[in-house]
């Protein structure tokens, strides 16, 4: 869960970032975040397994994410 632990220092820093993560992973985040001090911060969750899919599924499962990624990514910081 290192995405997390950075996404963290980065928001800490005052640097927006969108950590994505699979369902599998949920717990575990969380407890890196309020681990780190990031109460509040939420990845965003796509379905687990995602390895197994072919490229048209990845891209397809990306795309809608994009518009939650591009909010986190262009929101003020605090």
Known sequence: MS???DAARLER???PT???ITTAFVREADYQ???SGMLNFKPIVVPHPTSHLP???I???AT???PEVLDRLLQRPD
């Open 59 to 61: 891209k397809a499962l």
């Open 64 to 66: 809608t994410i994009v």
């Open 3 to 5: 995405s997390v632990l």
């Open 33 to 35: 975040a309020d681990t």
């Open 13 to 15: 820093a005052g640097v």
């Open 55 to 57: 490229e048209d599924q």
């Open 18 to 20: 969108a950590a994505v």
